[in-house]
DNA sequence: CTGTTAGCGCATTCAA
DNA sequence: TTGAATGCGCTAACAG
């Protein structure tokens, strides 16, 4: 019935070092689990022999036994990945390396509506991570019927979620604006049909408010989809008969776009109009002149994503939680808050409201 | 001996469908498989089963049964994830599609040197991916004969890799800006020691050289590791006596941090120095002016790679092919070849030498 | 062409 | 405290 002896050359399995201290697999499985009662010899026994055969349990049989992968799933939207740069993959990151930390690996797939189905049906995770606002509720719904779900950058009614404090951001980096004289602050998105880019204008309204300023219809402008899209939608500003003095963007990259729009119409940034924007990700420091940003903790994101799921694997049952990661602005010369105080690049710094 | 009846609730196996048909599950599995001798009739009536009751092969008993997973590793060095923007995450973009395609999945993780062994001996992945030149060749060779492996952005001898034509691309590149009447042209990087820089390096020293130009040391320049590399290279060029009119950039970020550092110190770009960058990335189009710079074709490195592996998990001893994806020079702003021609935005042109 | 038998590596009853 | 038996879901070799 033995078949494969694999005193040189193939993979160890708990029957090899049951064999080699004369013990039952059985025993070896509980000892290497600490699981049931053993002795604390032989424990001991068993896992110096594991250690000396460099015993590493197969996932495919452990799989098999426990229905269970210890593979968390990591799906985004075909879109996302593609126009926010480093984004989720920052997130992804931080998911991956607190997951290790637990003996978890990530499984990645894109196209999350076909894909994020597949992967549960077929038993290759145990949970699910999805990434992004793009999603259809319906699909995480029903994910959510067959197996734990945290989903990252954004949130829904009765599921779990990590996401960013946009609001709050939001408000604190147009709080800013306002601090430096700035009455007339134009927002300035890809779109404002996504959840991300709508809370972020949802704090941009709420600043002006709670500072006395009106929010002005004509100083909201939506671009188009891709790298263009803060050149596209500031070009629609210039029409104005009064220039906004400001502008805070619902992302860097939309930000960007805006500063080469006003460059191009003769105006100077921040002196004529100041710029502000969101993510500060690997664009902010490199904008002419460098981009003041709110900070997101891609990183971190991640990182309370994985840590909950893996809660939700033990108590699958638990009631779910939002979970808001906090931002931080941080000022470069792109506002005007720098203007006369020395160099403006570097880093930035990091300031309350 | 039979327990887990799944009329409604679980999960769907082979023998569920076995039952309903009055077959035996091997049959069926011969059937779903195109595997042995089926009856056509049997071998429809079984699809059809499998679909109606939305029957997905476990791949933890596929698996066991099979030695293998139908899942990849897709591993990169710490630093790398950090530091490349979304360079890797396109290219793990590319390759994620092209598995999906064949029914693989992709398994990411960081940390490269102890994870690499790990997914192998655990037996989560047939093949590996290894993306990034900073990884230990070491490593890579034991990785390498246990379990078929490609690398990415990385090229060794022996193993299978996808890599950039760094030489040609910097050639194009350094070539392009002679063409514009540049004679004497700075190198800035990050750093030296690093596989694709020192490649891109060789392609400038080859464009000048093949232009019967020098090779000046005093005009090549490293920086420091981050955002700031490319601003603290070109500062040392600053104390020059005759200061460069042109800078070719090994990535897109040096570049970036170049022309922060020429405007500071009074210069413009590209009319006093013009600059090129490489890899064009989301920075390229962004930056005052928009960043010449040539074109990785990031997505199709991913799926090359795969399509590589899956060759060799087929034919594990085919012999290693290295895989040179061309590059394509975008020209935007900052060369000075759009000078007099009008706008300089948008997607950039591409052209031949 | 189809059914039977066995086993992949592991965890988990239940006896001893 | 340990061992023997069983099954997770699937494939593969061998009979029929």
Redesign the pocket.
Known sequence: ????LNNSGR?V???DIAEAL??????V??A??N?????Q??KARVQRMAEKLGYR??M???G????STANLGFLVSERQLLSAGSFYGEIMGGAEETAAESGYRLVFATNATVNAPLLVAEGRVDGLILAGCELPPELIYRARELVPVVVVDNSLPGIDSVAIDNVRGAEQAVAHLIAQGHRRIAFVTETLDNLSFSERFQGYRRALTAHGLPVDEELVAEGVPGSECGYVAFRKLLHLERLPNAVFAANDEAAAGAIRAIKEAGLKVPDDIAVVGFDDGALAPHTDPPLTSVRVFRHHMGRWAVLRLLELLKEPDSPPIEIRVSTSLVVRGSCGALRRKGGDRGKGRAVGV
């Open positions: 019935m033995r078949n494969r993979t399995t708990i029957r004369n013990l039952s697999p059985s025993t499985s509980r290497l689990n699981k049931g009662r053993v002795s010899r032989t349990p197969s495919a049989g452990r098999l036994a426990t229905q």
